[in-house]
Each structure stands twice: as C-alpha cells, then as structure tokens.
C-alpha cells in the first residue's frame, strides 16, 4: 500500500504491530492514529502538514552554542530556499559533521585561524565546500547575533586546477558496452547518459512519458531549464530492446526510481564488472557525449543544446578531450568541399 508523502512506518517487534509517523524534513515528528488513509488518520496528517516548523534539535543544544546555530540554521528560509536540493544534502551532510566534533562550542568564538587550519586539513576540492558551507552558516549567525563578525571573511583558498571528471574515451564505451549487451540496465543506463548527454539526476528521472514524437522533453533538476532533444537511434535501439513497466526506464531491483546516490554506487559496480578504472563516472559520460559531437563537427552553441550549459566557456571546458586529430579532420574536409 502507499503512504501519503513524508508518513514512514515503524514495527513493534514484539507486538508485530505497525505505527506511523510524519517525518518531514525541517519539522517534528508526528505520530498518526489508525490506519493511513482512515478519516482520523487522515485528520490528524493534515494537521501534522499545517503545523509549524520547529527548530530541528532546539531543545537539547546550549543556547548560543555551533549546535543552536546550526539547528536553527537547518530550520531557516535561507537554508530551505537559497539552495539546491543537491546542494542542501552536500551542505547538511558537512555541517552535521561539523556540529557533531565542535557543537558544544561557542558560535561566538570561533577564530578565523582556527576555521583556516581546520580547512587545511581537508582536500582541495573539499575544503572549498566546507569554506563555501561554513561561510553560509557565519554569514547566517551573524544576522541572527550569534556572532557581529563573519570569521570566513578574509579566508581564501588556493585556486584547483583540474579537468574534473575524467572524459569516457571510445575504447572504454566499447569495453563497457561488450560487457554488458544491450537489453540490460547497465546498457541502458549508459545509452541514456550517452546520447542524451544530461546530469545523473535528470536520467534517472526519465521515462517513455517524456518521449513523444520521437523526442524527449527534460527539465533540468539543476538548472530548471527545459530541453527538447531527438532520440537519437543508438538510443532508441537500446530503449526497444529494453523491457520495462515503469514510469522510469531505471529502476532499483525492487521497482524503485533511483536516487541519484545510490544509481552512482551502482553503476561504479557495473564498471567494475567490465573492468574499467575508477576514473570512469557516470557523469564522464556526459562530457563524453559532449566529446563525441564536437568530433562530429558540432559548434558549441549546438553542443550546449543538449547539454544544456548556459555558457560556451562551461562546453568547451568539457570538450577540452575531443580529437584533436579528428577536428583537424573535419576543418580540412569543410575547407575542401567550400
């Protein structure tokens, strides 16, 4: 049976009898009476949805302490509004961290040379996300008096330089794809990474309800922007040969949509299985398709079509691995034939 959204259920293990409660996310717990849908279940839902917020772990933090700053933070219309799902886990995920080693400390006295240290101690990569979610969290205490300064003010990082994620070269497609053959998920999974060159997080929304007329629509979580793509007829040989009763072409082995979490840990495994090295991702695919239309001739302007990056630096940035023999194939092939 479903359950109305945000309700969990939780077993007596001695009475095997089954409670449920709300647990939505920046609110407390509600239990609900009865069986979900019943009118008193049902009564008691919808007063648990109206309610108000309550500040997420208020009542057992010292007042003015990291941790109150960071409850009261997780419950504010800065947290919930100013950021991107994706980016709200990356950001509770560090400051749960955070809170859990220097809670009991005073907001107050934080030193900007203690946070620096503290960074120093991170990677590259991950010190500017912790900077970028710390500097979040002062700037917010400050309006709220936990603090009169931003302590992260004057902290800079060395700049990083790198490709980011590693570009899917040919051969390592084809060892993927002769691993596993076409009518499975990992194939599919690939095909649609591939040829529709969009974000973990958008592919693993997708279904036939988004094809029509031989084209797919996408909203881009990320983004919010709305592409209309051709289904291409690698991809289309893939989706035919694919069985599937869901509305999402990728589903868990029990009938679930994916997160896109989980669909990254399982897809690593599907590369392990065909032997490729830990570099391959699934979002070097989308760079890889990138790749592969730049190869073909395809301005940036028509690569960021599909891809959907608001900038032609941001494109030629993941174009950077296209052939360079190959471009010079084609120049010399346009040259000719004008």
Known sequence: MKLPKYVQPCFD????????????????????PGLPWSPSFMAAYEKAMS?????????????????AAIAEYFDSQQFF??????????????????????????MMSLPAEWLEALLDTKPPHAARSWLATLRSLCQFARKRNYRRDDPTANIKLASVKSDGFHTWTDDEIEQFEAHHPIG???????????????????????????????????????TNK????????????????TLSEHLTFLVTATGKPYGANHFSETFREWCDDA?????????????????????????????????????LREVERY???ADQAKLARNALAKAVSG
Do not use: N
């Open 13 to 32: 293990r001695k009475s095997g009898r089954a409670y449920y409660y709300l647990r939505r996310p920046g609110y407390p717990r509600v239990r609900l």
């Open 51 to 67: 309610g108000p917020r309550a500040a997420i772990g208020a009542g057992r933090v010292k007042p003015g302490s990291v941790a």
């Open 81 to 106: 509004t100013s950021k991107r799902p994706g980016t709200q886990r990356m950001r509770r995920g560090i400051l749960e961290r955070f809170r859990a080693a220097y809670g009991e400390r005073p």
């Open 184 to 222: 499975s998920k990992p194939r599919l999974a690939l095909a649609l990474l591939l040829y529709t060159i969009q974000r973990r997080s958008d592919v693993v929304k997708m279904g036939r309800q988004h094809i029509r007329d031989g084209v797919l629509r996408v909203t881009q979580s990320k």
């Open 226 to 241: 709305k592409l209309v793509l051709p289904v291409r007829p690698e991809l289309k040989a893939v989706l035919d040969a």
């Open 275 to 311: 032997r490729l090295p830990k570099h391959c991702s699934a979002h070097g695919l989308r760079k890889a398709g990138c790749r592969m239309l730049a190869e073909r001739g395809c301005s940036a302007s028509e690569i960021a079509a599909w891809s959907g990056h608001d900038t």
């Open 319 to 321: 174009t950077k691995r």
